[in-house]
């Protein structure tokens, strides 16, 4: 049986690369007006705030996600299969393996790293009612439900076009790869999976004001050495240190030994 731990606490790194915003932003906008110690002297600064959170198919950054994470609400305990190697991105064409559509395949759309889920386009789909009233007939919505990956999803062979499952491993020129583990053949990443909001591929992307540029990445502004700061202080404005110290002396404590009985 494969070892299951607690919902994790931080944000998967897919979270982060689909939606192209600082880590520091999306910890900032997760993050509730916690409780903290009143402004006064008498009293040591404490800030408790909250650090586990229900992940869903909501962003860690929009309302939807606030309202569900709301102080005071309570949640039955989440557990999640920790995966070591993330195998599945947007675009990969996957299979099926439950439910009324087991067996058939579509693209992936969308990703929850957080809980382990995919959801697939046109695939595993729930019907909700929305509107009806008396007055009203209501509307139909057609909604995609999320599939685990360790079980209830599999990505396709390239080479026949049936699940299997995949492996990180290396080429001989060092470039890391998805392989299928039944055929030993290389699961090409697919393109849709380097889009975000910002742009489709980012070769294709223009920079703004704001941006850091390119050139600015490679260009090496700072130089450890082993000095103090005002060693490379002098050094940069070619000061020398001609001063001798003088000798100094130091000279052991001798331990004594007293008796209780003396005082």
Not at 91 to 113: A, W
């Amino acid at each position: 049986m494969p070892r299951v731990t607690s919902l994790a606490r931080c944000i998967a790194d897919m979270t982060k690369k689909s939606s192209n915003l600082p880590e520091s932003y999306i910890k900032r906008a997760m993050q509730e007006p916690g409780w903290k110690t009143p402004n006064a002297i008498q009293y040591r600064p404490v800030q408790l705030k909250k650090k586990k959170f229900h992940y869903s198919v909501d962003r860690p950054w929009t309302q939807e996600f606030r309202q569900q994470n709301e102080p005071g609400r309570q949640r039955k305990k989440i557990f999640v299969e920790p995966l070591l190697d993330w195998t599945f991105f947007k675009g990969d064409r996957v299979e099926i393996q439950v439910g009324p559509d087991k067996g058939k395949q579509g693209l992936v759309n969308y990703i929850v790293q957080e809980r382990n889920w995919v959801m697939v386009e046109g695939l595993n789909c729930k019907y909700e009612m929305i509107g009806k009233s008396k007055t009203y007939p209501g509307m139909m919505m057609k909604r995609e439900e999320p599939l685990l990956v360790t079980t209830q999803v599999a990505l396709l062979d390239p080479s026949d076009n049936k699940p299997t499952q995949a492996e990180w491993r290396y080429t001989e020129s060092g470039e890391r790869v998805r392989v299928s583990v039944r055929t030993g053949r290389i699961i090409p990443m697919p393109k849709q999976a380097e889009e975000t909001p910002d742009y489709k591929t980012k070769s294709t992307y223009n920079e703004q004001d704001k941006d850091t540029r390119e050139k600015d990445l490679t260009q090496i502004t700072y130089e450890p050495s082993h000095g103090t700061f005002e060693m490379d202080l002098m050094k940069k404005m070619g000061i020398k240190e001609d001063r001798v110290p003088k000798k100094t002396y130091w000279y052991p404590i001798q331990h004594c030994s007293y008796d209780f009985k003396d005082f």
